[in-house]
């Protein structure tokens, strides 16, 4: 079977990909800049003291923006696929936060850092390989048990049960775990750091952003190449359509769920890591937050999420570092708020915006 | 409503249940009067005799009572957003909030203000009814889901403003040392010691907002949002302005509970952002879909049955398994797991018995489109992206066709 192009795709990818990766470039060397000179103007450093500060803040805010991207991909596939908004899905990045401090916690048996790196490769890789695929396959069950019954309900049906399913992820944590803060091992070594023009840049941080990257174009590979990912993206685009053509529906709606279990999981392994504590309700701010990214970005769209999720990661890092971390959620919501009024489509969408 | 009531002739006069419904229909208000006065001297009454003397005090049970009122008026006003406009609202208690912090800017030491109680309560419905006009106008423009996601997003930023700006509100302390509504003329002065006056008010609050919002939902508009939940490019296509007409399900939701706000901190005497958090929200939600999506004594009564299940039952089952002493279970606090039982109630509701415990009629109908559908759910040829199944609209509209439109009951 010869390779079928999606309408959207542009004749050259590599040509694409490569301008945007310039335009990544530029607005995060944009951020940067911006950032010192805010550094600077409103944060009282002066200017040789704001540019270390704004490098190091930078890189943060990329690995943020890189557990948000993660998060927002499951959001906006399922979305794309089934148009719910499944408001359990941060709910699973939580438990996949929980999984992975368990598994390494019972492991380690206790917090330190591991400075050994064969070591710390093999106890990163065995938490990714322990935590996906019982992230991966929970989030497909939700979705076989609850969600599955209720598609052809009316719309209000299955957008109300997943914030029942939101409710109990919570509930579980929250009986099982307590409700305080839980420590999470930081076996990344947290002092590991590159020195560059007077800054300390963290390797956990640019570790978080590569894991990030290799996982979000292992994602597109899968997506754009393979035979799966094509009926993922024909059943997205029409599914009576795609089911005349001998696409399973339910098999792909149930790999949309698994991979974005899979990539929640991730991006809950390396929140422990990157803040060293888990709570029972990470999930609804991360949620909320990576769902105003999926929607900046255009949701149902996947470069849009990865996009709107290092813009949140931006914004929020940026606010944090002024000292005004207290009114991140109050930003978001405003970003929010702004692009359902101006942009509704988000950056790259052009499923939504109909009415009704 | 005149159109309405003639054109309900098929049911035969001889069956006195029947009969019974005609009448209750042609006079709503008054029956809604009516059966609150029974209801309430019942509920004056039950206290006093076992097994409800045994639990408590009569006057914590009316207090208890009053409390559920502000329950039920929440219930009743996300009604309308859910049940009747079929829109999702999931930061509910965000209005709430602000009919509390109303009410205590304009009666509290920390605002030096000492407003009339009655005025102040429609002054604070009000001001959440700016607020949800303020914040439903540019997301009802789009599909329903964006509602969902906005007004998660606005329940969650409000109480974090009431707590950051801790100028203005105090922060996490909030504002405490509300004063009391003034004595009112029948139901004398109200104090922490005796609930009762505070009961009575809560019923009459509530018994006015059921007339209110049953005429509503007989009315025009009801008509239009039941139109625009069903089908809203048919409405839209039959001359329903479809953006104004949810923006008001909205507005009134938000109404609602301002009102319910009022009563609250009023009765309180305190306000503080953690009494607002999403789990109030999600209650509320919990208690409209037990309740009955759609039937307003449905919800008003789930409302009554949870709060009842949330404050009394669940601590009494505390006490009685700590009496029996049975090893195992004496160290759970039945408290922690309640709103794990809403969750796992709500997905089992919306799985199982969609139209709730006292179901609208109409609604019933609605939430078993699939079933009607031919073939079973998992039946790969039939597939359709949610909600939007075709041929759903049509084997609903044939269904619909056969009865009296607007004979909900």
Avoid: C
């Amino acid at each position: 079977m010869t390779a079928i192009a999606s309408p959207a795709a542009q004749p050259n990818p590599l040509s694409r990909g490569i301008r945007m990766t310039v335009i990544a470039v530029v607005a995060v060397v944009a951020y940067m800049l911006i950032l010192w000179v805010l550094l600077f103007g409103l944060g009282g450093r002066t200017v040789a003291n704001a540019f270390p500060e704004a490098l190091q803040q930078t890189v943060n805010a990329l690995s943020i923006g890189a557990i948000y991207a993660l998060i927002a991909l499951g959001y906006t596939m399922v979305y794309g696929i089934i148009e719910l908004i499944n408001f359990a899905h941060g709910d699973i990045f939580m438990l996949g936060a929980f999984l992975a401090t368990v598994f390494i916690a019972g492991i380690t048996g206790n917090n330190d850092a591991v400075t050994n790196i064969p070591l710390l490769i093999v106890l990163l890789l065995g938490a990714l390989v322990f935590t996906m695929p019982i992230i991966g396959l929970l989030n497909v069950g939700i979705e076989r048990a609850v969600y599955r019954p209720l598609r052809h309900a009316p719309r209000l049906a299955p957008l109300i049960t997943a914030v029942g399913v939101s409710f109990i992820l919570q509930n579980v944590a929250l009986t099982i775990a307590g409700s305080g803060d839980r420590k999470s091992p930081q076996i990344f070594p947290l002092d590991w750091t590159i020195p560059i023009g007077g800054a300390q840049v963290s390797i956990l941080s640019i570790f978080i952003f590569v894991l990030a990257m290799l996982l979000m174009l292992a994602l597109q590979a899968f997506v754009s190449r393979t035979r799966l990912g094509r009926a993922m993206r024909a059943t997205a685009q029409d599914q009576e359509a795609s089911a005349l053509m001998g696409v399973d529906a339910n098999q792909t709606i149930s790999l949309t769920f698994l991979i974005g279990g899979v990539l929640a999981a991730a991006a809950g392994l390396v929140w422990g890591l990157r803040f060293g504590f888990v709570r029972f309700d990470l999930g609804f701010n991360s949620g909320l937050k990576a769902f105003t990214a999926a929607v900046l970005g255009g949701i149902g769209n996947i470069t849009g999420a990865v996009i709107g999720g290092f813009i949140i990661g931006f914004i929020e890092n940026g606010a944090a570092s002024l000292g005004y971390s207290r009114w991140s959620e109050f930003l978001v919501f405003v970003i929010l708020t702004l692009v359902l009024l101006f942009k509704p489509t988000g950056i790259l969408g052009q499923l939504t915006g109909d009415r009704a | 409503m005149t159109a309405m009531t003639s054109a309900r002739p098929t049911t035969g006069p001889s069956s006195p249940r029947a009969r019974l419904q005609a009448f209750a229909h042609l006079h709503r208000s008054a029956t809604i009067i009516a059966s609150m006065v029974l209801i309430t001297v019942a509920m004056i009454l039950l206290p006093q005799v076992p097994p409800l003397s045994f639990i408590q005090r009569s006057d914590a049970w009316y207090d208890t009572f009053a409390n559920a009122g502000v329950f039920i008026l929440l219930a009743m006003g996300l009604n309308v957003v859910v049940g009747l406009a079929g829109l999702l609202d999931l930061g509910y208690a965000a209005f709430f909030a602000i009919g509390s912090y109303t009410y205590a800017y304009s009666n509290s030491p920390f605002s030096h203000q000492n407003l009339p109680f009655l005025p102040m309560l429609a002054v604070g419905a009000a001001v959440a009814a700016v607020f949800g006009i303020a914040l439903g106008a540019p997301t009802l423009r789009l599909r329903g889901d964006y509602l969902a996601i906005m007004t998660l997003g606005f329940g969650e930023i409000v109480p974090i403003m009431f707590l950051n700006l801790d100028k203005w509100t105090e922060g996490t302390n909030g504002i405490g040392g509300i004063f009391r509504p003034e004595p009112l003329p029948l139901l004398g002065e109200f104090t922490p010691l005796s609930p009762f006056a505070y009961y009575i008010l809560s019923v009459m609050i509530v018994t006015l907002a059921m007339i209110l919002l049953y005429r509503m939902q007989d009315s025009r508009i009801g008509r239009a949002w039941n139109a625009i939940r069903e089908d809203e490019l048919a409405a839209a296509a039959n001359g329903i302005n479809t953006v104004t007409t949810k923006l008001l399900a909205f507005a009134i939701g938000a109404t609602t509970a301002g009102f319910a706000g009022v009563f609250n901190a009023s009765k309180l005497t305190i306000v503080s952002p953690e009494q607002f958090l999403f789990a109030v929200s999600f209650s509320v939600l919990a208690m409209v879909i037990l309740g009955g999506m759609g039937n307003i004594w449905g919800v008003a009564a789930g409302a009554f049955v949870v709060y009842l299940i949330q404050i009394v039952l669940l601590k009494q089952l505390n006490g009685i398994v700590e009496n029996l002493n049975v090893p195992f279970l004496t160290k759970v606090n039945f408290l922690d797991y309640q709103y794990l039982l809403f969750g796992i109630a709500l997905v089992l509701m919306m799985l199982f018995r969609p139209e709730g415990l006292f179901p609208s009629q109409r609604r019933r109908r609605e939430l078993h489109i699939a079933d009607e559908l031919e073939g079973p759910i998992d039946e790969p040829g039939v597939i359709g992206s949610m909600g939007e199944t075709p041929g759903a609209d049509e084997t609903f509209n044939e269904a619909a066709g056969e009865d009296v439109p607007g004979h909900d009951r």
